[in-house]
């Protein structure tokens, strides 16, 4: 995409990636793609916030100069030092000497570390302005948002709120970067939870408190450095981040996520019969195969529901190993309070439940009834199964 204009002398001078498989090496973005946005402030000075990934140089550098050439940059801002928004400062330097980079002191050690970066950098400390001619710029520190040194640019003239990841999503723009002219809205709130869940949510604490700060604001329209630019209703992606951040102390909404895995299909037949129970007792469960879905699908549904059903046998005295990797990845993005049950099936030893008490305790799940069974279950075992899926939707409504 070319470069957009947002409002009076501001500019979209973004990339898309649709070529990363693997974002952070750990999310599948390989459907969907990402966008790094960074934008261009053209006034007396020349500003740039926010890069690009390193191996879109090419294609950031043609960006900016349809707006100004490299050399004529007077500042570049970083809010956030992960390399989806840095890797290209090294080239971006050289191409830019007089450039003054702008960032918070927690991320002048970083440039070194990461760039070997020690000279020409400007501390902000949180509330600092920048005078760039027609408006004054400010920087509010929101840390672990998403690391310790982040913070938000903020121009008071336009109203426009540079939030790096903040209010940011998956998805590369599909030819439109703003909200308005967005027609699959669905899509892009759907890959912004699956962001914040992925991304995001071990972070929900300093989450609230960013958004608190910011109500101090007059945002008019949100520009994140991931995702659509929200002009028509900034306060929609702020709704949904506090929503979402608001489900690590509520433990989510009225909804089950049912977790399962099979060695020989004697897991899964009770899982059949466990989703029925759930359905009786009006919730749609939302059903994973662990051992066949990245975890990186399987978190926005833990998050988001209050109720989880973890379905795995035993496996060599512990918990089937691919249970184990989402119940880790649910424990490190700090998914909490959650009403549960347990089923599964044992060969020549159990295992499994105790390991699924052991590493959910620490996250308040409070499991209400559990059904570990030897071999295949038979009709009153399966039936058990059944009352325990209703167990579990009566638990949420
Ligand atoms: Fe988009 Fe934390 O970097």
Not at 365 to 378: K, P, S, V
């Amino acid at each position: 995409m070319r470069e957009i204009k947002l409002a009076d002398d501001i500019f979209w001078v973004g990339v898309n990636d649709r070529t990363t498989d693997l974002f952070e090496g750990l999310w599948p973005i390989e459907s969907t793609g990402i966008s790094y946005n960074s934008y261009a402030i053209k006034d007396k000075k020349n500003v740039l916030i926010d890069l690009a990934k390193a191996f879109k140089t090419d294609d950031f550098l043609n960006q900016i100069a349809g707006i100004f050439p490299p050399a004529e940059i007077d500042y570049i801002v970083l809010n956030h030092m992960e390399p989806d928004h840095t890797g290209v400062i090294r080239t971006l330097r050289m191409l830019a000497p007089k450039a003054e980079i702008l960032c918070s002191p927690k991320a002048v050690p970083m440039l070194a570390d990461y760039y070997g970066i020690t000279g020409g950098i400007r501390q902000v400390n949180d509330g600092d302005t920048l005078d760039i001619g027609t408006r004054k710029l400010s920087f509010h520190h929101i840390p672990f948002v998403h690391w310790p040194e982040t913070m938000v640019t903020y121009d008071p003239k336009t109203k426009v709120l540079f939030s790096c990841d903040a209010f940011g999503g998956y998805g590369a723009l599909q030819g439109t970067l703003f909200d308005d002219e967005c027609i699959n809205i669905d899509y892009y709130e759907k890959e912004s939870l699956r962001y914040y869940a992925n991304i995001v949510a071990k972070f929900a604490t300093p989450v609230q408190k960013a958004i608190k700060k910011l109500e101090g604001l007059e945002v008019g329209c949100i520009a994140p450095s991931h995702g659509l630019v929200w002009r028509k209703s900034p306060s929609r992606i702020i709704e949904l981040y506090a929503k979402w951040a608001e489900y690590g102390t509520s433990g989510g909404e009225k909804g089950v996520t049912l977790l399962y895995g099979s060695m020989y299909g004697n897991t899964e037949a009770m899982m059949n019969a466990v989703a029925e129970g759930i359905a009786a007792g009006g919730i749609t469960p939302e059903i994973f195969d662990v051992a066949r879905t990245h975890t990186s699908y399987m978190l926005p549904a833990l998050l988001a529901n209050r109720g989880v059903v973890v379905g795995a046998p035993t496996y060599e005295a512990s918990l089937f190993p691919y249970m184990t990797t989402i119940l880790e990845k649910a424990a490190l993005k700090n998914i909490r309070n959650k009403k549960a049950v347990y089923f599964g099936s044992y060969g020549w030893s159990k295992g499994a439940l105790k390991k699924t008490l052991e590493m959910t305790q620490p996250l308040g799940w409070e499991f209400l009834e559990n059904l570990e069974f030897a071999g295949a279950a038979d009709d009153d075992t399966i039936a058990r199964g059944y009352d325990l899926g209703r167990r579990i939707a009566e638990a949420v409504r």
